[in-house]
């Protein structure tokens, strides 16, 4: 009897482990895209009138979420929480059928549950599921593992930007505050004009009045473009397509140590195999 069940258990995992590999899975992935998108369509003020068919589909892909989790805790039966995927699909459902039983009128006795904006707010937390298409499709895993392996570098690159930030911002207070408060009024403000104009957002007019007073203001707006749109976001960017290209050889280098391991066991085994028939050749021409 615990032979089947651990039969079952294993048969059932190949069907929700994630890697995208059975029927079961492309079902849950075509539910998440139906979800997500009925989720962003019901955002549309003129399509007001399908209200009614999108909580539908809302439903009826709640339900199929909550019998994939139900099948994963059967699959997986202690180790379920050891799956961080599992833990992910745990949350997103538990916030789910939170933002559900909202709805019905026992639960307006709370505070929380009276806000429309709140329900909806968790209602969309399920578009958060989507990133599990990432399991499923190896480019998206390199991309998204060479972005999290990128992290460390963009943090001290961005640390560094800041740095300029600060500096251009104190300048930039001191210089044009008086003639500019609506730009340069603080340093807070300092800072905010400073990210629209890494941005382009209005670069040209609000340089432009700036030199209107100051005619040699095109120095500080020129370097400051220079050095951080141009020169350290290219290094951001540096450091993100070098880390895709560093996961991409690691994972090529995996698989031929893989090939090479089949190769060389293959190999082993032929002999052992080659030594047991000359073995009994032997023990046949003894006889």
């Given amino acids: 009897m615990e032979q089947n069940k651990n039969k079952f258990t294993k048969w059932l995992l190949g069907f929700v482990d994630g890697k995208a590999d059975s029927w079961f899975e492309y079902f849950i992935l075509v539910a ?5 998108v ?45 799956n961080k995927w599992n833990v992910f699909d745990l949350v997103i459902v538990l916030t789910s059928i939170i ?15 009276r806000s429309i904006r709140v329900i909806k707010a968790l209602k969309s937390m399920r578009a958060i599921k989507v990133l599990k298409l990432v399991n499923g499709m190896e480019h998206l895993q390199v991309i998204l593992k060479a972005i999290i392996c990128a992290i460390p570098g963009i943090i001290w690159t961005c640390i560094i930007l800041f ?3 600060y500096i ?5 207070s001191n210089l044009f505050s008086e003639e500019f408060p609506q730009y340069f009024g603080s340093l807070g403000k300092s800072l905010y004009t400073l990210f629209q104009l890494m941005l ?5 007019n609000i340089s432009r009045i700036v030199m209107e007073g100051h005619h040699w203001a095109w120095i500080y707006f020129a370097s400051f473009a220079l ?11 540096g450091i993100v397509v070098d880390s895709i290209e560093s996961v991409r050889q690691k994972r090529m280098n995996g698989e031929k140590e893989i090939e090479e391991i089949s190769l060389e066991t293959l190999s082993q085994q032929i002999s052992a195999l080659q030594n047991k028939i000359d073995e009994l050749q032997k023990e046949m021409n003894g006889k």
Avoid: H
Avoid at 32 to 36: A, E, Q, Y
Avoid at 228 to 237: D, E, G
């Fill in 32 to 36: 998440i895209l139906i979800n997500v």
């Fill in 38 to 82: 009925s989720l962003g369509l019901e955002t549309i003020p003129n399509l007001a009138a399908y209200e009614r068919v999108f909580f539908l589909i809302d439903q009826i892909c709640l339900w199929i979420f909550i019998f994939e989790l139900i099948l994963k805790v059967i699959a997986y039966n202690k180790k379920f929480f050891k």
């Fill in 99 to 113: 933002s559900s039983v909202s709805y019905l009128t026992i639960f307006r006795v709370f505070k929380i549950f």
């Fill in 163 to 165: 740095i300029f930030y």
């Fill in 168 to 172: 251009y911002a104190i300048v930039g």
């Fill in 200 to 204: 382009f957002d209005d670069f040209g």
């Fill in 227 to 237: 050095i951080t749109a141009f020169v350290i976001m290219n290094v951001i960017v």
